[in-house]
């Protein structure tokens, strides 16, 4: 039991004072920890998403380059080849950079999804933070 009391006794002198501030600085690790696992979370799920985008924009490529074949090989010249190997390529090359754009927007998104629990309980703590050192 004393040491008990010691412990509370030297908690309370490390807080500057007052159990209120342990309990606020405990309540403050708690959320902290809550905001971290709902931001894991969601940063977890964000992934998952872009996975599934990465795998359907291969897909996509996988299925046309099997018509960029089929298209070619039914070029009847050595002109109708190329200027339909130059179109091939034009559009591959903005598809690629159309799905990038994409690929970019989402993981943005997912990090500004994913940072808002945190900044929300930064923002409480220092709220909290103040109140306590005001007092």
């Known amino acids: 039991m004393k040491t008990a009391k010691n412990t509370a006794f030297s908690m309370d002198k ?33 992934m998952e998403e872009m996975m599934k985008a ?18 070619l090989m039914s070029c009847k010249t050595i002109n109708e080849f190329a200027e339909t190997q130059n179109r091939i390529a034009q559009e591959s090359f903005e598809d690629a950079m159309s799905a990038t754009a994409q690929m970019s927007e989402k993981a943005v998104k997912m990090m500004m999804d994913c940072m808002e629990p945190i900044n929300k309980q930064v923002s409480s703590s220092m709220k909290k933070a103040n109140v306590t050192v005001a007092a």
């Open 14 to 46: 490390f807080a500057g004072g007052g159990m209120k501030q342990v309990e606020d600085m405990m309540s403050i690790g708690k959320e902290t920890t809550d905001a971290m696992t709902q931001s894991s979370s969601i940063f977890a799920k964000g």
């Open 54 to 71: 990465c795998m359907s924009h291969a897909q996509a490529a996988s299925e046309k380059n099997a018509n960029v074949w089929k298209t």
